[in-house]
Structures are given as structure tokens and as C-alpha cells.
């Protein structure tokens, strides 16, 4: 009796647990928990390059704004050599057969070099050197970013290609949505204890605490590449047989023109929903006259949307359904999100724009796993594997998500200076000017990425229609 009431207890715990569902027998729970703990890592150093040492940079070492720019634009620029990294990782040639865990080790090797000599850096850059060399804070400064973003990116492809490798196609969708979360809860911890630690600010604190980061970065990582791969020794034959060129094998994957129109629908529909990642906050400061701890709350609420998101998508794409469709509802989503924030003006409605940051988390959500999970769904062709696929995936995401934010910035400063000398006429000349212009411009990218969408549906609606077209194999016949 007791031995059934606690496999009885073992089975509704599973069963409720939240994504136990995305266990397999190829990958079990426990490893998947343990896999995703590498984007714990990579969402904690997210935190410190976008958030913590920007506002660090700017408020306590009294940097220019442009200076912080560059420095943050810098991960970014690494961000399109994330399909090389993906095309390496699989055709990486071990004694062991090992493909992705020594990219997930020098990723993590990356990332904590770059956040450990970084604090160091800052405090050159900030005017406190013991010698006065030209450039010393600059140039360490933007190598400690290089660093650390080559160290993101290349653990991050690696361990989404792992876990693309070894989930089954059922349980594919439910792996990514829980990945994604564990992005945004490394992204929210970290963020939490990290501006907790770093509330009374000195020059030695902050060492101590990104120092920290780093060796908690790496710990994590360890724990996540742990007897994750299984080991396939290669033959000499194999180890010393040509490599196919990136060139070949980006060919090999665009060919047909799903791919590229899958990443160009990526690019176009991140740039839409990132535009205004930075302007949100102020907008309800400056245009709805909300107090800092209204405005606070904008990120929980787009947090909580977002969730909702992962897990929408999670369980629609688990029953069936097409991963473009999803796509194209999170963009209608998003397509209503961008009009409650604009409507929120005229009616001077703070709950109207709590609902479009809302909107704009589900719709990104839905989005962002239903792209990712039709990118880890590609057939691995002849020469092109996951990791290349899912390095296109992250180099286009990474890329639309910096441009999207410097052009948002551009785009609102340069209305706005129109709208005050009149050019636009006396009603226009208002702060709400620029950041209206940037959510249109986000709402006509919204309908520019349906357009690219659109074959992909269709294209997949075709096939639902007529799956006794297909040829028949022998992995048909019974066995």
C-alpha cells in the first residue's frame, strides 16, 4: 500500500509538474532541467551587459552615453558569426565524438574571461587608473565585451543544438518554451540579486560581484554539460576526412528557400516587437505621467505575458499546430499590443497601456518559440545540421534585436526634434510625436513580416491538405 500511494504521488507529481511533458526517453527530465540550466548562465550575463553595467557605466563612473553605446553595441556584432559557430559545432571532429560539449565549455571559458577581467576595465575606463595610458580603459573595456558576447553567443548555440539533438519531434516544442524560461527567470534573478548586492556602490564591490557572476556563470555551465552528450568515438578515417566549407553548407541550407525566408521572418518580425524595448518606460513617464514605480511594473507585466506565451505556444505546437500560424498569431497579437499603447495617449489610459505591454510580451512570446521551434524542426540535410540552423536562428534574432533598439532611439530622438520646431504643426509638437512615429513604424514591420510569413503558411496548409502526395519509402512499410 505505502509503495503504491508513493508511485501513485511520483506519477501526479510528474504529471503536473510544470513541463514534465518535455521529457523523453532520450532526454529525461532530470537531464533537461539540468541542460537548461546553461541558459540560466546566459540570461545572468545578459542582465549584466544590458542592464546593470550600462546603468553602472553611465550613473557611477560617469561615462558618456555614446561610449556606453558602443560598448553594449559590441556583442552584437558578434552576433552573425553565431551560424559559423553552429556549422562548427557540427562538423566537429574528437577523438571522444563529442560535437557540441567543447563548444558549451569554451563558451563558458569565454564568458567568464570576459566578466572576469571586465570590472577591472571599467574602473580604467572610468578615469581611476594607477598609470595613464592612452586608450588602456577603451581598448580592455571593449575586449571584456567581445569576450563575453563571443562566450554568450557560442554557449548558447551549442546548448540549443544539444537539446535540439536530443529531443524528439513530440517533445521539441515543450523543450524550447521551457528554455525560454529559463532564459527570463536567469534574466530576473540575476537582476534582482545583482541590484541588490550592488546597492551601496564601490569600486571593490563591484569587482567582487561581477567576479562572482562569472564563476557562477561557469559552475552553472558545468552542471549543464555534464554527461549530456554521449560519447562516439571516431575513427582516424573520420577525424582526418574533409570538412565541408561553411560557404557549401550555407548553400546546402537556404536551398528550396525556406530557411532564408524563415530567417528573414525572424529578423523582421524581432525587429518589430524590439523597437521600443528601451522606450516603453519612458513613454509612460513622459507621455502618461506615471510615477517610477508604475513604470516598474511595466517589465513584470511584459514578463508575465511573455510566460503566458511560452506556454501558450508550448501546448498549441504540441497539438498540432503549424508553427507559422502560431508565428502570424503572435504577430496579430503584437499588431493589437503596439495599438493599445498608442491609444493609451489620447485617452490618457495607464490600464489601456498595462494591456499593451502585456499584449506585446504574449505576442513576442509566441513569436520567439514558435520561430525558434520551427528552426529546430528543419531536416538536417547533407551538409547543414542543427547547430547551423540554430546559429542562423540566434545571429538573425541577436542582430534585429541591436539594430531594432538603435534604431528605435534614432527614430524617436530625430521625431521628436522635428515635432518641437514646428515642422509638423502646433498639435504634433509633443513628446508623444516620437514615440508614436516609432510604434507605427513597429506596426508597419508587423505587416511587412506577415507578408514574408505568408508562403511559409501556405505552404504548410498545402502539405497538411495532401499528405498522400508524398512518395512512398521504405521507412513505410511495416517492419
Same mark, same amino acid.
Given at each position: 500500500m505505502i509503495m503504491f500511494r508513493s508511485q501513485t504521488l511520483r506519477s501526479l507529481g510528474i504529471r503536473f509538474m510544470p513541463f514534465s511533458d518535455a521529457a523523453s526517453d532520450q532526454l529525461p527530465l532530470g537531464q533537461l532541467l539540468r541542460l537548461s540550466l546553461f541558459q540560466l548562465s546566459v540570461g545572468m550575463a545578459t542582465v549584466l551587459l544590458l542592464?546593470? $553595467?550600462? !546603468?553602472?557605466?553611465?550613473?557611477?563612473? &560617469? $561615462?558618456?552615453?555614446? @561610449?556606453? %553605446?558602443i560598448m553594449i553595441a559590441l556583442p552584437v556584432l558578434i552576433a552573425p558569426f553565431r551560424a559559423?559557430?553552429?556549422?562548427? &559545432? =557540427?562538423?566537429?571532429?574528437s577523438a571522444l565524438g563529442w560535437k557540441r560539449i567543447p563548444y558549451l565549455w569554451f563558451g563558458s571559458l569565454w564568458q567568464m574571461g570576459g566578466l572576469a577581467v571586465m570590472p577591472f576595465a571599467l574602473l580604467v575606463l572610468g578615469d581611476n587608473p594607477v598609470k595613464d595610458v592612452p586608450f588602456a580603459g577603451e581598448v580592455l573595456a571593449a575586449l571584456a565585451f567581445l569576450m563575453t558576447g563571443l562566450g554568450i553567443?557560442?554557449?548558447?548555440?551549442?546548448? $540549443?543544438? $544539444?537539446? &535540439? =539533438?536530443?529531443?524528439?519531434?513530440?517533445?521539441?516544442? !515543450?523543450?524550447? #518554451? @521551457? @528554455?525560454?524560461?529559463?532564459?527570463l527567470a536567469g534574466m530576473g534573478i540575476s537582476a534582482l540579486l545583482i541590484g541588490w548586492l550592488l546597492r551601496d556602490f564601490e569600486p571593490f564591490r563591484l569587482v567582487r560581484v561581477v567576479q562572482g557572476a562569472a564563476i557562477a556563470g561557469l559552475v552553472l555551465n558545468l552542471f549543464a554539460l555534464w554527461k549530456q552528450e554521449r560519447l562516439n568515438p571516431m575513427s582516424r578515417q573520420e577525424r582526418v576526412a574533409t570538412r565541408p566549407r561553411f560557404t557549401d553548407a550555407w548553400r546546402d541550407f537556404v536551398d528550396g528557400g525556406k530557411a532564408a525566408r524563415l530567417l528573414a521572418t525572424v529578423f523582421l518580425g524581432t525587429m518589430a516587437f524590439n523597437m521600443q524595448d528601451v522606450l516603453l518606460e519612458p513613454y509612460g513617464g513622459e507621455v502618461l505621467g506615471m510615477s517610477v514605480s508604475s513604470t516598474t511594473l511595466l517589465t513584470a507585466i511584459w514578463a508575465v505575458g511573455a510566460l503566458a506565451g511560452f506556454a501558450l505556444a508550448a501546448g498549441r505546437l504540441a497539438n498540432g499546430t503549424c508553427h507559422f500560424r502560431l508565428a502570424a498569431s503572435g504577430l496579430l497579437t503584437g499588431l493589437a499590443a503596439f495599438c493599445c499603447v498608442i491609444l493609451s495617449a489620447p485617452f490618457n489610459s495607464p490600464s489601456l497601456f498595462f494591456a499593451g505591454a502585456a499584449l506585446i510580451g504574449l505576442g513576442g512570446g509566441l513569436f520567439a518559440v514558435a520561430t525558434l521551434s520551427a528552426t529546430m524542426a528543419l531536416p538536417e540535410k547533407k551538409l547543414s545540421g542543427h547547430g547551423l540552423?540554430?546559429? %542562423?536562428?540566434? #545571429?538573425?534574432q541577436a542582430t534585429a534585436i541591436g539594430l531594432s533598439i538603435a534604431l528605435g532611439g534614432i527614430i524617436r530622438d530625430g521625431v521628436t526634434g522635428l515635432a518641437e520646431t514646428g515642422l509638423f504643426g502646433e498639435v504634433m509638437a509633443s513628446p508623444v510625436t516620437g514615440y508614436a512615429a516609432v510604434y507605427h513604424v513597429e506596426i508597419a514591420l508587423i505587416f511587412v513580416t506577415l507578408a514574408v510569413l505568408g508562403p511559409l503558411v501556405q505552404q504548410a496548409a498545402s502539405h497538411r491538405r495532401r499528405p498522400a502526395s508524398r512518395d512512398i519509402g521504405l521507412a513505410d512499410f511495416p517492419t
Amino acid at each position: 500500500m505505502i509503495m503504491f500511494r508513493s508511485q501513485t504521488l511520483r506519477s501526479l507529481g510528474i504529471r503536473f509538474m510544470p513541463f514534465s511533458d518535455a521529457a523523453s526517453d532520450q532526454l529525461p527530465l532530470g537531464q533537461l532541467l539540468r541542460l537548461s540550466l546553461f541558459q540560466l548562465s546566459v540570461g545572468m550575463a545578459t542582465v549584466l551587459l544590458l542592464g546593470t $553595467l550600462n !546603468r553602472v557605466m553611465i550613473v557611477e563612473l &560617469s $561615462l558618456p552615453a555614446m @561610449l556606453v %553605446a558602443i560598448m553594449i553595441a559590441l556583442p552584437v556584432l558578434i552576433a552573425p558569426f553565431r551560424a559559423l559557430l553552429g556549422f562548427r &559545432s =557540427d562538423n566537429y571532429r574528437s577523438a571522444l565524438g563529442w560535437k557540441r560539449i567543447p563548444y558549451l565549455w569554451f563558451g563558458s571559458l569565454w564568458q567568464m574571461g570576459g566578466l572576469a577581467v571586465m570590472p577591472f576595465a571599467l574602473l580604467v575606463l572610468g578615469d581611476n587608473p594607477v598609470k595613464d595610458v592612452p586608450f588602456a580603459g577603451e581598448v580592455l573595456a571593449a575586449l571584456a565585451f567581445l569576450m563575453t558576447g563571443l562566450g554568450i553567443h557560442m554557449t548558447q548555440t551549442a546548448g $540549443l543544438a $544539444l537539446a &535540439s =539533438d536530443r529531443a524528439t519531434e513530440e517533445t521539441r516544442p !515543450r523543450v524550447v #518554451a @521551457l @528554455l525560454y524560461v529559463m532564459f527570463l527567470a536567469g534574466m530576473g534573478i540575476s537582476a534582482l540579486l545583482i541590484g541588490w548586492l550592488l546597492r551601496d556602490f564601490e569600486p571593490f564591490r563591484l569587482v567582487r560581484v561581477v567576479q562572482g557572476a562569472a564563476i557562477a556563470g561557469l559552475v552553472l555551465n558545468l552542471f549543464a554539460l555534464w554527461k549530456q552528450e554521449r560519447l562516439n568515438p571516431m575513427s582516424r578515417q573520420e577525424r582526418v576526412a574533409t570538412r565541408p566549407r561553411f560557404t557549401d553548407a550555407w548553400r546546402d541550407f537556404v536551398d528550396g528557400g525556406k530557411a532564408a525566408r524563415l530567417l528573414a521572418t525572424v529578423f523582421l518580425g524581432t525587429m518589430a516587437f524590439n523597437m521600443q524595448d528601451v522606450l516603453l518606460e519612458p513613454y509612460g513617464g513622459e507621455v502618461l505621467g506615471m510615477s517610477v514605480s508604475s513604470t516598474t511594473l511595466l517589465t513584470a507585466i511584459w514578463a508575465v505575458g511573455a510566460l503566458a506565451g511560452f506556454a501558450l505556444a508550448a501546448g498549441r505546437l504540441a497539438n498540432g499546430t503549424c508553427h507559422f500560424r502560431l508565428a502570424a498569431s503572435g504577430l496579430l497579437t503584437g499588431l493589437a499590443a503596439f495599438c493599445c499603447v498608442i491609444l493609451s495617449a489620447p485617452f490618457n489610459s495607464p490600464s489601456l497601456f498595462f494591456a499593451g505591454a502585456a499584449l506585446i510580451g504574449l505576442g513576442g512570446g509566441l513569436f520567439a518559440v514558435a520561430t525558434l521551434s520551427a528552426t529546430m524542426a528543419l531536416p538536417e540535410k547533407k551538409l547543414s545540421g542543427h547547430g547551423l540552423a540554430l546559429g %542562423a536562428w540566434g #545571429a538573425a534574432q541577436a542582430t534585429a534585436i541591436g539594430l531594432s533598439i538603435a534604431l528605435g532611439g534614432i527614430i524617436r530622438d530625430g521625431v521628436t526634434g522635428l515635432a518641437e520646431t514646428g515642422l509638423f504643426g502646433e498639435v504634433m509638437a509633443s513628446p508623444v510625436t516620437g514615440y508614436a512615429a516609432v510604434y507605427h513604424v513597429e506596426i508597419a514591420l508587423i505587416f511587412v513580416t506577415l507578408a514574408v510569413l505568408g508562403p511559409l503558411v501556405q505552404q504548410a496548409a498545402s502539405h497538411r491538405r495532401r499528405p498522400a502526395s508524398r512518395d512512398i519509402g521504405l521507412a513505410d512499410f511495416p517492419t
